[in-house]
């Protein structure tokens, strides 16, 4: 995508400028062999100068790099720069810019350098919702930037939505703001920018706060893990669910605690656990049917079977197994009760 050596470029860019100048713009960027960025505050300890006086060096030598008869003579590698980060989609974060673009790892602080130094470049800070970006086009940015942030004030904090659909609500957005008919990966370069939106390794997409995006713990594998499968699992098989999706080593008996500590796991039978958010009520069938049984009053064997066995891991047999034991009462007309 660039042709020309960032380091080539930044020797001859440094190559005018007076020794200081040069010295202190090659600390702080990290330009030397061992490619170390150094504070303020370092290199004014080692000249016996204030930090502030090391910022006026570095913004003066700055100046001094643009006004150069090499600045000018490199303008043809600027100006590729300038095409390279248009065609990936004129905003893009720090981190992806050093992603995209085909440099290798010892020449990404002479890219950064190049980005600093040109005028083709604007850097935006990071800030509570965004990393730190580059642009080309500050009305795209803006647009960008306001397509984001009402993204993610548009979904509820625990909301999970697969990639292709979470990239066409946000393709959307970018569409109000005047963005049109951008190709997925540039969407995702662009989601990439924000803070507060990001990707879970089932590749669905949220709010950074959620647990379910965010994850942090064996609770956090457990609930996609299930959310993956669809219908209760047994611990044991949560366990070996997390392995397989997620490549993580999950002891059973850990994560069975870990199951019966978090409000998110329901337990509907013997160790066997739901998400609570499928509307399942906890404890094993017949703890579930005295509580049907409560709420609603006397029900037949059939309407109980109904509202009972919502996933198939109940079976009719074991429901009526359960309505013959202790705890329950068979009325003259058929229907049964809670024992009083």
């Given amino acids: 995508m660039i042709t020309f050596s960032p380091r080539a470029v930044t ?25 170390i960025e150094r504070t303020l505050d370092a290199i004014g300890k080692e000249y016996g100068i204030t930090r502030e006086r090391v910022r006026q060096i570095e913004t003066h030598g700055l100046s001094l790099v643009r006004e150069s008869k090499s600045y000018a003579a490199h303008m043809d590698e600027l100006d590729e720069l300038k095409r390279a980060l248009h065609s990936l989609g004129a905003v893009l974060a720090h981190h992806t810019i050093l992603e995209q673009l085909p440099v290798t790892p010892a020449d990404h602080n002479h890219l950064v350098f190049i980005l600093t130094v040109g005028h083709h470049f604007d850097m935006r800070r990071e800030d509570p919702d965004f990393h730190t970006r580059w642009h080309t086009d500050e009305q795209i940015a803006d647009q960008v930037e306001r397509a984001l942030s009402t993204v993610y ?15 066409q609500i946000f ?11 951008r190709p997925n990966d540039v969407l995702i370069r662009y ?15 949220g709010r950074m706060e959620s647990p379910h995006v965010r994850i942090k713990n064996t609770r956090d594998f457990a609930y996609l893990t299930l959310k993956r499968h669809g219908s209760p699992m047994h611990f044991t098989e949560v366990a070996k669910g997390i392995e397989k999706l997620f490549g993580r080593k999950a002891h059973p008996a850990t994560t069975h605690n870990e199951l019966i500590k978090d409000s998110r796991f329901v337990l509907v039978g013997r160790g066997l656990y739901a998400l609570s958010e499928w509307g399942y009520q906890p404890g094993i069938v017949r703890d579930v049917i005295r509580e049907i049984l409560r709420r609603e009053g006397p029900l037949s064997r059939e309407d109980i079977t109904n509202r009972v066995k919502r996933e198939p891991y109940v079976k009719d047999a074991t429901i009526a197994a359960k309505l013959q034991g202790s705890g329950f009462v068979r009325l003259p007309d058929g229907r049964f009760s809670v024992t009083k």
């Fill in 191 to 205: 989601l990439s920018i924000s803070k507060r939106l990001g990707k879970n390794p089932l590749g669905e997409w």
């Fill in 153 to 167: 004030e548009s979904i509820d904090v625990n909301r999970l939505t697969p990639e292709e659909e979470f990239l």
């Fill in 11 to 35: 020797k001859d860019l440094l190559g005018e400028l007076p020794d200081r100048s040069r010295k202190v713009l090659t600390d702080r960027f990290g330009l030397g062999p061992k490619a």
């Fill in 171 to 181: 393709a959307k957005h970018l569409k109000q703001e005047g963005i049109k008919n």
